[in-house]
């Protein structure tokens, strides 16, 4: 465990991808990112496991539960292991008094700080070295001095 970790700052960095993965259109990386960070504070000891809610959106209309873990002075649910429902108590509907700071941090800003701590490598995509990639354009055989054209790609 690196002495240099901020708690506070990890925890508000969850809380700033959990709060943008709950809008975004395809929220699964930034779930991921939340539960990975999560789970690597669980087993160095710096979050806490609270107890067993139900979730407040049912999936397909069945009721599930979700692990509440609090970080520093903030709550968060994640996906529970079956281990949690053997020894965690079940605390019932999820309870409003549970309720996290205020926090003003960009999404890039909490992943430049999560990534590293869960040793994420973003994957680059390549640029692609087309001068026009149109699939209607057809280059033109004028000015070429072998007939007929032959393609060289």
């Not at 710096?46 to 979730?55: M, Q, T, V």
């Given at each position: 465990m690196s002495a240099d970790i901020d708690l506070q700052e990890i925890a508000q960095a969850i809380f700033t991808v959990n709060r943008h993965a709950?809008?975004?259109?395809?929220?699964?990386?930034?779930?991921?990112?939340?539960?990975?960070?999560?789970?690597?504070?669980?087993?160095?000891?710096?979050?806490?496991?609270?107890?067993?809610?139900?979730?407040?959106?049912?999936?397909?209309?069945?009721?599930?539960?979700t692990l509440l873990v609090k970080v520093a002075n903030y709550y968060f649910h994640i996906p529970p292991s079956k281990e949690d429902f053997k020894e965690l108590e079940h605390l019932g509907s999820l309870d409003k008094n549970y309720r996290n700071p205020q926090s003003k941090m960009s999404l890039s800003q909490a992943k430049r700080i999560l990534y590293p701590y869960i040793n994420y490598k973003p994957v680059t995509r390549q640029k692609r070295s087309h001068a026009y990639s149109s699939s209607y354009y057809t280059p033109s055989s004028l000015g070429k001095m072998e007939w007929p054209p032959t393609k060289k790609h």
């Open positions: 709950k809008t975004a259109p395809e929220p699964q990386h930034l779930y991921y990112i939340k539960k990975e960070a999560i789970n690597k504070l669980l087993r160095e000891k710096h979050a806490e496991k609270i107890g067993l809610h139900f979730s407040d959106r049912p999936k397909y209309s069945n009721q599930h539960s």
